[in-house]
């Protein structure tokens, strides 16, 4: 499957520790998105990459959050220093370029704060 | 970032019934359009993107109306397997904003 792969799936952390999402964009993608996903609300867009640069990273949290996608290897959407507002799910997009071109999304990791 | 407006719902339709949402965005300067699907807990899926000339997929017709700022979603003959969260979703790259602002979603309930 060339699809978007996210993982892990589940992620369960306590206040406090770091956590961290990995995410491989579909075959032939170079775009990725992240996005974040409430209970009962809406996506949100956190953070536009290609590979080693940030391009938008206009909803990211100013603080604990970051994200990169380097040369090598997967997209990282870090958290640190978890809280309990943390839990959500993350989701990951990719899309070959950017002009007018869909996203096909992976299956997202739910991240739980304990 | 500009917001993308659609009813909630739920929309409790029976098997058979043709429904129609609509979904309204604020930023004239968006390029392109999509309905996105999203199951309970699972990650949106692309249903079709909307083109100015509007677009029919099987059971599926989207629709744009630039000048009144408007996109609609019509599903004629609806399964049950058509229960699901409807995203409409706006890509305003260019416009200062890179990634896609998806509206809330329209809950969709097919009923036998």
Redesign the interface.
């Known amino acids: 499957n060339a699809g978007v792969m996210q993982n892990p799936r589940h992620l369960v952390r306590r206040r406090g520790q770091e956590a961290r999402l990995r995410c491989s964009p579909m075959k032939g993608h170079s775009h990725v998105?992240w996005?974040r996903q409430l209970p009962e609300?809406?996506?949100?867009?956190?953070?536009?990459l290609q590979k080693e640069n940030i391009?938008?990273e206009?909803?990211m949290p100013k603080e604990r959050f970051s994200a990169e996608f380097p040369k090598e290897g997967p997209s990282i959407l870090r958290i640190q220093q978890v809280v309990r507002g943390d839990s959500a799910?993350y989701?990951c997009?990719s899309s070959p370029g950017?002009?007018?071109?869909?996203?096909?999304?992976?299956?997202?990791t739910?991240l739980s704060i304990l | 970032?500009k917001e993308v407006e659609q009813d909630p719902g739920p929309f409790n339709v029976p098997e058979g019934a043709t429904v129609a949402f609509n979904c309204t965005y604020s930023n004239s300067a968006s390029?392109?359009f999509?309905w996105y699907r999203q199951d309970c807990?699972?990650?949106?899926?692309?249903l079709m993107?909307v083109y100015s000339s509007g677009n029919e997929d099987g059971r599926f017709t989207a629709q744009l109306n630039r000048a009144s700022q408007y996109i609609s979603l019509l599903i004629r003959d609806s399964k049950l397997s058509d229960s699901a969260t409807y995203?409409c979703v706006v890509?305003s790259?260019g416009g200062?904003?890179?990634?896609?602002?998806?509206?809330?979603?329209t809950h969709l309930i097919i009923q036998p």
């Open positions: 998105y996005y609300e809406g996506l949100k867009f956190m953070v536009y391009i938008d206009s909803g799910a989701f997009a950017r002009d007018n071109q869909p996203q096909h999304f992976g299956d997202g739910r | 970032r390029q392109s999509f807990r699972k990650e949106p899926k692309l993107s995203l890509n790259w200062g904003a890179d990634g896609l602002t998806f509206g809330k979603g």
